[in-house]
Structures are given as C-alpha cells and as structure tokens.
C-alpha cells in the first residue's frame, strides 16, 4: 500500500518522467521481469491482423455524441496527463466548454471554491495551493494548455474530514465515488444544457460499468444520475505497464503516434 502511495505521488514531489522501458511490480514491490512472449496464439494472430485508428481522431469522433468524455490516468505516468491536453485541445472545437479534474482543491463552501476556480482560469496557471496533482510539472502544463484553449475549471473531490472517514477502504471508496458523482452532476447541471465536460480522473473512477465485486464508480453513478453516457477513455489498464507483450509485438507499427 504504502509503495502505491509513493509512485503516485512521486510526479508531484521530484518531476518524475516515467522510464523508457515500464517496470511491473509484484505485491512485495519487487520488479517483475517482463515476459514478452506470453501472448497466445490466438491473441498474437488478433492483434498482427488488428486495424490501427488515431487514437485522437477517433475519440474526437465518438465525442460528438456525448455531453461528457471521461478519461483516466496513472498517476506516476505524466505522458498521461499530456494526452488528456492533446485531447482537450481535440474536443474545444466540438463545443466542451468544462475540464473538470480530482486534483483540484475542493474544501470550504462552494462560492470559496468557485471563486478559486475563477481566479485560476484567469490567472491561466495552476500554483500550489490550487490542487495536488497539478504541482508535477507535465500537469501544470498540461493545464496551461487546457486553461488557453478556454475550458473552464471544475472541482469535485470528496472533502470528508478525517472524523467522518469510514473505517474501511471499501467503505471509504464507496462514498467517495458518490460524492465525485454527485459533485459533478451538480455541476453539469449548473453549467446549461450546452454544456459539454472533460472530466480527468485517476484509475477506476471512470469505469462506467459495475466492477465484478459490486463497486460503482464515479462514472458509474454519473451516468446514472444525469442520464448521459459518456464517453470513457482508458489510459491505466490498456497500457504497455500492464500488457508488454502486447505492446512489444505492436510497438514497431504504432510509432510515435497514439493509436487506438
């Protein structure tokens, strides 16, 4: 647990660039070495015959169909973060007006937080004090880019004090996943019905669909309360972290650009 809090954090303290070759960790938190020949037949002759897209191009063009796109990172990955400003500058002129982000500050009454939200958006940076995250450097100039294309800021973290923190970590993501949702409804909500939300998360929350165990997260419950489906891009799972073999076949043909 505490080698997961440590990569995750780690961009926000040094700066950290992920490493050229991704490294796997066991729950020990020693390097795994990378089996590149654990493909199957069946999913090696899949993905030589797969049909490569821009991955760019084609989540604007699903975009057009939906009011809000959700897309997760790694959050000891900062080329995450600079792809979700590639495809905030993608979307800008299919009308999404709002980019909505876990890292932002969100304690104290809500014309508090609104008016730092503003004050962000004018000052078109994010310092310290605006949020967590944002404090690595791929972040903070991911959001300068977000802030010049015009999108404007939105908070939506849950801000439990530790009193009122449930015992378990279960019960803790439970209803933190409630709080985002409803925090981000309630915004969509504010906004108009022409508004259009980017919303960056971390990992799971935008899994759209109940986990096996029962789980729903934030865009879960989003989608249940506005009644919206959006449109979910995932960065975590479908990685070169957790498939290098699949990655390793594919790397030659995908290059430089981000395919899908």
């Given at each position: 647990?505490?080698?997961?809090?440590?990569?995750?954090?780690?961009?926000?303290?040094d700066?950290?660039?992920?490493?050229k070759?991704?490294?796997?960790?066991?729950?020990?938190?020693?390097?795994?070495?990378r089996?590149?020949?654990s493909?199957?037949d069946?999913d090696?002759t899949?993905?030589?015959?797969?049909?490569?897209?821009?991955?760019i191009?084609?989540?604007a063009?699903?975009?057009?169909h939906?009011?809000?796109?959700?897309?997760?990172?790694?959050?000891?990955?900062?080329?995450?973060?600079?792809?979700?400003?590639?495809?905030?500058?993608?979307?800008?002129?299919?009308?999404?007006?709002?980019?909505?982000?876990?890292?932002?500050?969100?304690?104290?009454?809500?014309?508090?937080?609104?008016a730092?939200?503003?004050?962000?958006f004018?000052?078109?940076?994010?310092?310290?004090?605006?949020?967590?995250?944002?404090?690595?450097?791929?972040?903070a100039?991911?959001?300068?880019?977000?802030?010049?294309?015009g999108?404007?800021?939105?908070?939506?973290?849950?801000?439990?004090?530790?009193?009122?923190?449930?015992?378990?970590?279960?019960?803790?993501?439970a209803?933190?996943?409630?709080?985002q949702?409803?925090n981000?409804?309630?915004?969509i909500?504010?906004a108009?019905?022409?508004?259009?939300?980017?919303?960056?998360?971390?990992?799971?929350?935008?899994?759209e669909l109940p986990?096996?165990?029962?789980?729903?997260?934030?865009?879960?419950?989003?989608k249940?309360?506005?009644?919206?489906?959006?449109l979910?891009?995932?960065?975590?799972?479908?990685?070169?972290?957790?498939?290098?073999?699949?990655?390793?076949?594919?790397?030659p043909?995908?290059?430089?650009?981000?395919?899908?």
């Amino acid at each position: 647990m505490m080698l997961s809090l440590y990569e995750q954090f780690r961009p926000s303290l040094d700066g950290f660039v992920a490493r050229k070759e991704p490294v796997i960790y066991d729950s020990e938190g020693t390097e795994i070495e990378r089996d590149l020949t654990s493909l199957s037949d069946e999913d090696r002759t899949l993905l030589e015959l797969a049909t490569m897209h821009n991955a760019i191009e084609e989540i604007a063009m699903r975009a057009q169909h939906t009011r809000i796109v959700i897309i997760n990172e790694t959050h000891d990955n900062p080329r995450d973060r600079a792809f979700v400003a590639d495809i905030a500058e993608a979307l800008a002129p299919l009308g999404f007006t709002h980019y909505a982000a876990e890292t932002f500050d969100n304690w104290g009454p809500p014309e508090a937080v609104a008016a730092r939200m503003e004050t962000m958006f004018r000052r078109g940076y994010a310092v310290r004090k605006d949020g967590y995250f944002s404090t690595e450097p791929a972040f903070a100039h991911a959001l300068l880019r977000i802030f010049d294309t015009g999108y404007k800021p939105v908070s939506y973290e849950w801000t439990a004090t530790p009193e009122e923190r449930p015992d378990t970590p279960e019960e803790s993501i439970a209803l933190r996943e409630t709080a985002q949702a409803e925090n981000l409804a309630a915004a969509i909500a504010a906004a108009g019905p022409d508004a259009k939300f980017l919303i960056h998360v971390g990992y799971s929350h935008a899994a759209e669909l109940p986990c096996p165990d029962g789980q729903e997260w934030m865009a879960a419950q989003l989608k249940a309360l506005t009644g919206i489906d959006p449109l979910t891009v995932n960065q975590t799972d479908l990685s070169e972290y957790n498939m290098p073999a699949a990655y390793s076949l594919l790397a030659p043909r995908v290059g430089g650009t981000p395919m899908v």
